[in-house]
């Protein structure tokens, strides 16, 4: 099995919950991160001034959040396709903590 390589390159925030990501292969994906946001790790960016303080971290070339919140870039690049397994493990995430 292959894992790619890539980088975020740039990220912009264009809705509550929602970024823009440009990576080094040129593409972008608009991502809605709503679905995902549960559980120890990733709930607390349900707070959009927590969430806003998006970056990208230059050593890992990535998005990043203040709380250690991070995802691949090979899973952001390919969104699509890991979007909904990411939205199902989120829901049990929260049904644990229930």
Request: with cysteine.
């Amino acid at each position: 099995m292959t894992h790619n390589i890539y980088r975020v390159e740039a990220c912009e925030i264009i809705g509550p919950y929602v970024l823009r990501l440009r990576f080094n292969d040129t593409t972008e994906q608009v991502i809605d991160f709503t679905p995902v946001l549960a559980g120890d790790l990733y709930a607390p960016l349900k707070d959009l001034t927590v969430f806003n303080q998006v970056r990208i971290d230059p050593e890992v070339c990535t998005v990043v959040w203040p709380n250690g919140a991070d995802f691949d870039p090979e899973t952001l690049h390919d969104w699509p396709r890991y979007a909904e397994a990411l939205a199902r493990r989120a829901r049990t995430w929260d049904s644990k903590a229930a």
